[in-house]
C-alpha cells in the first residue's frame, strides 16, 4: 500500500463516541489519544478507555470512547488523536525466502509514517520562520518560563505582575512611573530616590553612583562595605564614640573643647539629627549663656558620660569662657527658652558661697537653694512629668541674698527631639595603643553596649604617634599596625551593634618629624583605609590643613591649632560624612541684670606640656589684679603659658601690662583674645606670679 495523506494528528472539540481517524495506521498501538480538560490540564487516555477499527487500512480508522465523547460534552475541552509510533524497524527479510512487494511497501511505510510523527512534532515547536526575524508561537501560550534576571530575558506573567504590584496611588506618582536603568533593569523612577539611585542614572559608559565611587576611591575614602546602607544622608548610626587627644579637643585656642574639632562635630551631628534613629535623649547639657552669651559645652561626655579618670579636660562648669557676673541681691538672668525640659546654672562655688537663689518660669517658682561647693545649682525641672515648657516661656535666675558670681546656664533640650547618643573621650597626649588598654576599653564600652544599634567611632588620634613631642613616634608601618590594633579592639568591644569608623588624616604639624615625613604617614593612612572594611578616612591633608599655614596654629607650639583651624577641621568631617556643619545651637534670647555688670576673669591655659592648673581670682574692673601661679615643670625645648580674657582688646576692652618680679615679661597680646607668655622651657617654668593691670570700661 501506500501513504497518500500527510497527517498524523487529528484533534476533536465535539463528537463522539466514535472519531474517525484520517490517517493509516499499522497497529492499534500506533495510536495515542490525549483528552485536554477545560482547566487547562491533559490526560493520556489508556488502551481501557477506547477502542481501535481501520488498523492498516488505507483510509483510516475510527476511534470510540465514551469517556471522551463525555469530556468533549463541556465546552474548552479537545480530544488529539496522534500516531506515536516507536522508532524501531520491525520488518525481517530472509535470505533466499519469498520476497513480497508488500512486505517492503510496509517497511517503507512505516519510516513515512515516522517522518510525518516527526514532521508533526516539529511544527509543534516555537521556530522562527523563513525571513522572519521572530519566533511565531502561532496563538499559543508558552508555559514553565522562568522568571527573567538578565536584561534582554523574556518578561514573565508573574514578573510584570510583581513590578506593576509595586504601582500605589495616582497613576502619574513616581512610583508607579516605568523607569529603566542603564543595565536594562526595569525600575519605577522613586527607585532614582533610594541610597543606590545614582547608579541609574546614565553618564558617559558607565552611570553616575559608580562615577562618584572612583572619585571618592581616588582620594582613599572608602564608601562601600558597610551594611548599614544609610549611613550618608541622616540614618545609619544611633550611637557615638569620640576618641581623641589635645589637638582634637581644642586645647589651647579660646573657646576649648566647645571651640574644638570634637565639639563642633559633636553639635554637627547632633543638630544634623534631630530626627534621627537615637534613642529620645537630651542632647545633653547645651550652655545657654554666661554673661557674654557664649556657648560652652562640657567635654567628658554629652548624652552619655565617661569616668572622670579617663577624661583629663575639664567639663564647662569651670570658668565658663572667662567671665562672670557678680550678682547681689535682685539681680538676675533670664531668658527664653526653646523646648527645655531641664535648666542648671553654675557659679564660682568659692567666691558665691552661701549666698541663696531662685529659679522662676513665667514668674511661678521652680526651685531655690543655696550656692554650695558643687558650683551648680543642680538639674531643675521646668515641667511636670518631664515635659518641655513654651518656647515663649521665661526662666528666671535670681538672687536671694548675699554674691553670686555667676558663670553659665545649661539646658537640656528633650522635648520631641531625637538625637544620637555621642560620648566623647579626649585625653592629651595619648596615641592608638593609649585608647585600646583593657581599662580604657573596659570604662567606657559598657556605657555604650547598654543601648541597641549601630556605632559611629570617630577616631582622632594620631599626631602623638607622628611627632617626638610626648615620646610616641612610630614608623609608618608600626603608625599602621597600631592604629590597626585599636580600631578591631573596639571593633570586639563594642557588640551590640554595627560599628563604623571615621578616621582623619591629622593636620600637618609644623614641626620636623623624627621617623618619616608627613606624606609618608598620609600615604600608609590612605592605602589602609581602602583594605579596612566599613571605614571612612577623612582627608583633612588635601584642605589648608595639609599646610603649614600661620593663619591656623598658634605660634607657641606650631601643633595646636586655634579656632580657625578646628573651624575647618570640622567642616572637612562634616562633609565627609554628608552633614551641615552647625557650629552652634539655638541660642534663646538672653537678658542680664547686675548691679555691678560683666566683671572681668582670666581663665588660664596651663604649660602645653605640663597640664598643670593655674589659680585665678576674679577682678571687678578697677585697681591691679594678681593672681599667683602654681605650675608643674615643663619639657621640651621651649613653653609656654596663656591668659585668655573674656573679648580682644580695643579702646573699651581690657588691655594687660605683664611683670615678674618688677621686670617686664615678653608677651604677646592677640585678637584671638589671649596673651601668651613665652620663652625658654626654664624661662617660663621659672614663672611663680604674674602681676596684672586691667584697664576696663562696661
Known amino acids: 500500500m501506500t501513504v497518500e495523506t500527510i497527517d498524523s494528528e487529528v484533534v476533536y472539540v465535539t463528537g463522539g463516541p466514535v472519531f474517525p481517524i484520517p490517517f493509516r495506521f499499522l497497529s492499534s498501538t500506533d495510536i495515542q489519544a490525549v483528552l485536554t480538560k477545560v482547566d487547562g490540564s491533559t490526560e493520556t487516555l489508556t488502551a481501557s478507555q477506547f477502542t481501535i477499527t481501520g488498523t492498516g487500512d488505507q483510509s483510516g480508522g475510527a476511534l470510540t470512547s465514551t469517556y471522551a465523547a463525555s469530556a468533549l460534552s463541556s465546552p474548552g475541552a479537545s480530544l488529539t488523536i496522534a500516531r506515536a509510533m516507536s522508532p524501531v524497524q520491525p520488518t525481517d527479510l530472509r535470505n533466499q525466502g519469498k520476497y513480497l512487494a508488500e512486505t517492503q511497501e510496509t517497511a517503507l511505510d512505516r519510516l513515512t509514517m515516522l517522518i510525518q510523527q516527526g514532521f508533526s512534532t516539529f511544527t509543534r515547536a516555537l521556530v522562527r520562520l523563513f525571513g522572519k526575524d521572530y519566533y511565531d508561537a502561532k496563538g499559543y501560550r508558552i508555559a514553565n518560563v522562568a522568571d527573567p534576571t538578565e536584561a534582554q530575558d523574556a518578561a514573565t506573567y508573574k514578573s510584570v505582575g510583581d513590578l506593576i504590584s509595586q504601582i500605589q496611588g495616582p497613576i502619574n506618582n513616581s512610583s508607579n512611573v516605568l523607569y529603566q536603568f542603564p543595565d536594562g533593569s526595569p525600575h519605577v523612577v522613586q527607585d532614582l530616590s533610594a541610597s543606590t539611585g545614582a547608579n541609574g542614572i546614565g553618564y558617559e559608559d558607565s552611570d553616575v553612583g559608580t562615577t562618584l565611587d572612583n572619585i571618592r576611591s581616588g582620594l582613599g575614602v572608602p564608601i562601600r562595605g558597610s551594611a548599614t546602607s544609610q ?31 570634637m565639639g563642633r562635630t559633636s553639635r554637627s551631628v547632633m543638630n544634623h539629627f534631630d530626627r534621627g534613629v537615637g534613642k529620645q535623649r537630651g542632647f545633653g547639657y547645651a550652655t545657654l549663656m554666661n554673661p557674654y552669651q557664649e556657648l560652652v559645652e562640657s567635654a567628658n561626655g554629652w548624652s552619655g558620660s565617661i569616668p572622670a579618670g579617663f577624661v583629663s579636660y575639664p567639663d564647662g562648669s569651670g570658668g565658663a569662657c572667662g567671665t562672670l557676673a557678680h550678682m547681689q541681691a535682685g539681680d538676675w538672668v533670664e531668658f527664653t527658652g526653646r523646648e527645655v525640659t531641664t535648666v542648671n546654672f553654675g557659679f564660682d562655688a568659692t567666691l558665691s558661697a552661701g549666698a541663696t537663689w531662685r529659679v522662676s518660669v513665667d514668674g511661678e517658682q521652680a526651685a531655690t537653694g543655696t550656692a554650695g561647693a558643687s558650683g551648680r545649682t543642680g538639674d531643675i525641672n521646668l515641667a511636670a512629668g518631664g515635659d518641655y515648657i513654651r518656647t515663649d516661656s521665661v526662666v528666671r535666675f535670681t538672687v536671694l541674698s548675699g554674691d553670686i558670681y555667676y558663670q553659665h546656664g545649661q539646658t537640656i533640650r528633650l522635648g520631641n527631639t ?93 614641626l620636623v618629624l623624627p621617623l618619616a615625613t608627613y606624606e609618608e604617614y598620609v600615604s600608609v593612612l590612605v592605602a589602609y583605609a581602602a583594605t579596612r572594611p566599613r571605614m571612612l578616612l577623612v582627608r583633612t591633608d588635601l584642605t589648608v590643613l595639609g599646610t603649614t599655614d600661620a593663619a591656623i596654629y598658634y605660634s607657641p607650639d606650631n601643633l595646636h591649632m586655634n579656632t580657625a583651624g578646628h573651624a575647618i577641621w570640622a567642616h572637612t568631617i562634616c562633609a565627609a560624612l554628608g552633614i551641615p556643619v552647625d557650629a552652634y545651637f539655638p541660642v534663646g534670647a538672653l537678658a542680664i541684670g547686675s548691679t555691678y555688670g560683666r566683671g572681668q576673669k582670666p581663665a588660664v591655659v596651663a604649660s602645653l606640656w605640663s597640664g598643670a592648673a593655674i589659680a585665678e581670682r576674679l577682678f571687678d574692673g578697677s585697681g591691679r589684679f594678681t593672681a599667683a601661679l602654681t605650675k608643674a615643670a615643663g619639657s621640651g625645648p621651649a613653653a609656654f603659658c596663656q591668659v585668655r580674657a573674656n573679648a580682644a582688646p580695643s579702646a573699651n576692652r581690657p588691655v594687660f601690662g605683664l611683670d615678674q618680679a618688677g621686670a617686664l615679661v615678653p608677651c604677646v597680646i592677640g585678637t584671638d583674645r589671649n596673651v601668651v607668655i613665652q620663652g625658654s622651657t626654664a624661662f617660663v617654668n621659672a614663672i611663680t606670679s604674674l602681676n596684672i593691670d586691667w584697664r576696663y570700661t562696661l
Open 231 to 261: 549611613f550618608f544622608g541622616g540614618r545609619g548610626f544611633s550611637k557615638v564614640l569620640e576618641l581623641g587627644d589635645s589637638l582634637s579637643a581644642g586645647n589651647g585656642q579660646p573657646d576649648g573643647f566647645y571651640g574644638g574639632t
Open 418 to 510: 531625637w538625637g544620637p547618643l555621642i560620648w566623647c573621650a579626649p585625653e592629651g597626649s595619648q596615641g592608638f595603643s593609649d585608647f585600646a588598654t583593657a581599662a580604657r576599653v573596659a570604662a567606657i564600652a559598657p556605657h555604650i553596649n547598654a543601648y541597641p544599634g549601630p556605632t559611629l567611632v570617630f577616631n582622632a588620634l594620631a599626631t602623638n604617634n607622628m611627632i617626638a613631642t610626648v615620646g610616641k613616634q612610630l614608623t609608618p608601618a608600626a603608625f599602621i599596625a597600631a592604629l590597626d590594633a585599636e580600631l578591631s579592639t573596639w571593633d570586639a568591644a563594642l557588640t551590640n551593634g554595627e560599628n563604623f569608623f571615621v578616621q582623619t588624616v591629622p593636620p600637618r604639624p609644623n
